[in-house]
């Protein structure tokens, strides 16, 4: 249980595009979600968090209008890249938490994470 | 500021137990410590995580030492695909979770 799939798992665009990364919870309702990042050779960056119905909370430095986070069902966040530049080319990763039923309230389960390469 | 502080990395022969230490001085005495690993180009993947008590599941073991500033991952009996970059996390609350560097661990035949 407590499984976590992302669409797509990797994406090529041209600069300027917008891309749309989707972060499902495949097996368990998830009342939060979160949004990371990971350039080369480094850890994980949390970018935002997304509850269910309300408005992601971003961390300092991270362009809300730029990645913009929808979490409109308990088993379904999305994370757009809008006007990606080479410098959005990333790994990106998501997780959910799960509420009542679903593996451990408190543990993080991750996704297999997206890649992106913005040309 | 890291909360957590682990060796860069550590290698251990095929077979054996990898011990996997973490320094956690300044947790609070409602926070977990948390251990996820990543292998490369994957989403990380939990492992294990205690309170005060030692905790055991079929991956893994977690040693907390009682003044909970530090604790152990073990793995008894590496093998290749255990190698990773393990991730020791304090939880700074219920649901945020901040990654360090980690530790590469490289299993060897």
């Known amino acids: 249980g407590a499984v976590v799939s992302q669409h797509p798992s990797w994406v090529i665009c041209k600069s300027g595009t917008s891309v749309k990364i989707e972060c499902r919870s495949l097996d368990f309702q998830a009342t939060t979600m979160f949004w990371y990042r990971q350039f080369p050779k480094q850890s994980l960056m949390l970018m935002a968090t997304s509850n269910e119905g309300s408005k992601a909370t971003y961390e300092q430095g991270v362009e809300k209008d730029k990645f913009l986070i929808n979490h409109a069902s308990l088993t379904l966040s999305t994370l757009t890249v809008t006007s990606a530049h080479p410098e959005d080319s990333s790994f990106y990763i998501c997780?959910?938490?799960?509420?009542?039923?679903?593996?451990?309230?408190?543990?993080?389960?991750f996704g297999p994470g997206t890649r992106l390469t913005v040309l | 500021d890291a909360k957590t502080t682990q060796p860069p990395s550590m290698d251990c022969a095929e077979g054996r137990a990898a011990n996997l230490p973490c320094n956690h001085s300044t947790i609070s005495g409602n926070e977990y410590v948390y251990w996820y690993r990543q292998i490369h180009s994957q989403g990380p993947q939990y492992i294990i995580h205690?309170?005060?008590n030692n905790e055991t599941n079929e991956m893994a073991s977690l040693i907390i030492t009682e003044d909970r500033k530090s604790s152990t991952l073990i793995l008894p009996h590496a093998t290749l695909r255990d190698t990773a970059v393990y991730y020791c996390i304090v939880r700074v609350n219920n649901n945020d979770m901040r990654f360090g560097a980690g530790t590469r661990l490289t299993v060897k035949p």
């Open positions: 997780s959910a938490t799960p509420g009542a039923g679903g593996g451990s309230t408190d543990t993080q389960y």
């Open positions: 205690g309170l005060k």
